[in-house]
């Protein structure tokens, strides 16, 4: 939960911002040695020092606001889930792929609430088809909490008649 916000957020969303930062960085840095070879006469070693200025006083402004503190308990949440990925994975993949497959899931995806479906699942992922009683399970259910347009968080658990 972000307070400030007043909403849930992601360690995303702050890691993602000093990468595109840095990726905004490097474009203006880009832009910046093109346009100067295009217009003036001068050699590239006097031409960098100028663009490497022009690329560091844009960026500047806004690397000077991010809390390094906060930043790297963001970018450790995500390792975190990364790692944990991986270790879930292992037993079924080579450790390579769990990495890869780790990485896509902690890194690709923007929150927890993003629904990713049997298809892309499955682009990455060895995905059996279920067994005819699972899947008839899963399709009561379904058409249990679709019906009622109920909100379901959580494990289903099986309560005796007893209980009220």
Known sequence: MDP???????ALDEVQALERLHAAALEQFDQAMLLLIQRTPKKLETL???AMKFATDMARPLLEKID??????????????WDYAVRLLQPKYPA?????????LVNN????GFVIDRDEAASFL?????DPSVQSAIDEIEEFLTSNKLNA?????????NDS
Request: no cysteine.
């Open 48 to 50: 960098l020092p100028h």
């Open 126 to 130: 060895d995905v059996e088809e279920a």
């Open 4 to 10: 400030d916000r007043e909403d849930w957020g992601s």
């Open 109 to 112: 995806y923007p929150e927890h």
């Open 153 to 161: 968080i959580g494990r289903v658990v099986e309560r005796d008649a």
């Open 96 to 104: 390579e792929r769990a990495e890869g497959i780790a990485s896509r």
């Open 68 to 81: 390094t503190v906060h930043y790297t308990q963001q970018s450790r949440l995500l390792k975190v889930a």
